[in-house]
């Protein structure tokens, strides 16, 4: 007999009969369906909504973000030294989580970590508790600022020490920049300073921020779909540099000069050695190419420390500064301190205005020439006053027993009011405001200077015989240092009016030039016959007139000196100045000294102006090579 076949799962068939199988079999097709539908569904979302829930996802991860600063651009002297630049600090930064994520060894990791940070930045261990009490969550607190490279690199040497500091954790150092300026006051009123956020405040840190400044960067860290780290960098971009017209070595020469002159007359509170009185309410000095309009150098007295630009200890008591703080201007509602601080920020050879005095005398001349009223033939006779308007009282010259008979050269040579108002006369009021506009007086000179005022003139249909009279030899006008500088150049150049300058050239911060800023002629004042006419006349108020004391050996030099009497007159208050050329038939170099409110009782002593331009003139033109005279064989003593 045939043994009989035993089915496979025979067992499965008598636990589970048929309509249980049957149950079994739709169940797991609906689970295979509900299965697909999942899939489907998933698909869909991701498709229509995927980002929104990575985003989600991502919020709840832990995030690492960090600026990466950039580094202002250098400001440079015409031959490459940094007069202003960027040096990398560090910012110490406290993550509070990291610092009290370990319960366990919480007490522990924070004594070891406050022990490292009060050696090396100085920060207490209640300083650190405070903060991590305050913001327990934050990832990001600035315990201390702008610590040197020596510090940071301490830091991370114990930091990396795993053995002795097992438990230092928490603290991270980031990168940052300090303005920096090599040499304190030099050049200050120029180049002016920054503030927090790299912002300009005066001088050419103001007039080039745009370009100074940069790009911040990022650095950007997340966790990935795998719970992997990722990091993302977007590197900063540095600032440009500018290069400057200014010779470094020229401004300290010239401004060591003007510290030692006004110390002469600065006066000291015996006690304690402090400055009580300042040797002169300002003092500036412009040396100009006036073949170009570089300024080789600009500098203004009081001078200030550019890397301490608000400290006043230096010009004011603490009982005075104390006084400040708590007085407000009642007109401006300034407080006291701002307002003094301004004072001492403003660069005098651009914001302020002031009457120029008989240094305006050469252009009144100039004026009459070019216009066709002078012939240069001309005499007058000065008897020591001119009554320019019948019952007005005269108007004197500076001598007042009169010049007697002058020719336009001695005119200007002997600085005679009485001839420059007879000039005037002769040209007119039309003429005589047509020729101020033209020389840039009561104008923008286009300086690249923050602040540029513009002085203060007379129109012509408004201006009336005494005006014009008193305006023939720098008074009742006003004008700025830098438009004098100007106008003089092109008065001793030919005619040629430059655009006044103080950066040459653009470099990116790899050092590539990317731009030059060529000389700008802006227009012809006067012709070449008439220039040189002035600069005839110009050379006699050296050799015979009344600037003999600006003789320098071995130099040929032509300038005009000016005496201003301020408003108002009964406070007996003098701007005295000089503006030079050298060698006068063709100049290489335009100086121009003020000198306002000598510390002294007698202001409207030209001698001081004498003395303090003769001193740069005979300390500058060796270093500039300003050509000599030749001298010729009679000039040569003869051997005993």
Known sequence: MAKKKKRKFEFLRKKFPMKMQKKLVMLFMAVILAFVGLIIRITYINASSGEKYTKIVLDQQQ?????????????????????????????????????????????????????????????????????????????????????????????EEMDEDNENYPLLMGIWLEDDYIRSYPYDTLASDVLGFTSSGNVGNGGLESSYNDILNGTDGREYGY??????????????????????????????????????????????????????????????????????????????????????????????????????????NEKTGVNGKIEALQEIWKNFAVTDTFEPGSTMKPFTVAAGLESGKLTGNETYVCGGSLRVVENAAPIPCHYKDGHGTETIQDAVA???????????????????????????????????????????????????????????????????????????????????????????????????????????????????????????????????????DYQIEGYDIGGKTGTAQKHPRSENKHLLSFAGAAPISNPEVVIYVVIDEINTDNQSNSAYVADLSRRIMEKVFPYLGITQIETSADDVPAEE
């Open 414 to 548: 002997n600085s005679c009011n009485v001839a420059l108002m007879h000039m005037a006369s002769a040209i007119g009021p039309e003429e005589f405001c047509k020729y101020q506009k033209i020389f840039g007086f009561g104008e923008y000179t286009g300086i690249d200077l923050p602040g540029e005022a513009l002085g203060i003139l007379y129109q012509a249909e408004d201006m009336g015989p005494i005006d014009l009279a008193t305006n023939s030899f720098g008074q009742n006008f006003n004008v700025t240092m830098t438009q004098m500088a100007a106008a003089f150049c092109s008065l001793v150049n030919g005619g040629n009016y430059y655009e006044p300058h103080l950066v040459k050239q653009i470099q990116d911060a790899d050092g590539n030039v990317i731009e030059n800023k060529d000389p700008v002629l802006m227009k012809k004042t006067i012709s070449e016959k008439t220039s040189d006419m002035v600069k005839e006349y110009l050379r006699a108020v050296v050799e015979y007139g009344t600037g003999t």
């Open 63 to 155: 995030y690492d973000s960090k600026i990466i600063p950039f580094k202002r651009g250098d400001i440079l002297d015409r031959n490459g030294t940094k007069l202003a630049t960027s040096e990398r600090v560090y910012n110490v930064i406290l993550d509070a989580k990291v610092l009290l994520s370990n319960e366990k060894k919480q007490e522990k990791i924070i004594s070891e970590t406050a022990s490292v940070v009060q050696e090396c930045f100085g920060i207490t261990e209640t300083e650190l508790r405070a903060a991590l009490k305050e913001k327990p969550e934050s990832r990001y607190i600035i315990m201390k600022k702008q610590i040197d490279y020596d510090t940071a690199k301490k830091f």
């Open 223 to 328: 966790l990935d779909y795998d719970s992997s780290l990722e990091r993302v960098v977007k590197e900063a971009k540095n600032g440009d540099h500018i290069v400057t017209t200014l010779d470094l070595n020229l401004q300290s020469m010239v401004e060591e000069v003007i510290a030692e002159f006004n110390k002469e007359y600065e006066k000291y509170d015996e006690t304690t050695g402090r400055r009580t009185e300042l040797g002169s309410k300002n003092t500036a000095v412009i040396i100009m190419d006036p073949n170009t309009g570089n300024i080789l150098t600009e500098a203004t007295y009081p001078f200030y420390n550019l890397n301490d630009p608000r400290d006043l200890t230096s010009f004011y008591s603490d009982e005075e500064i104390a006084n400040l703080e708590n007085t407000t």
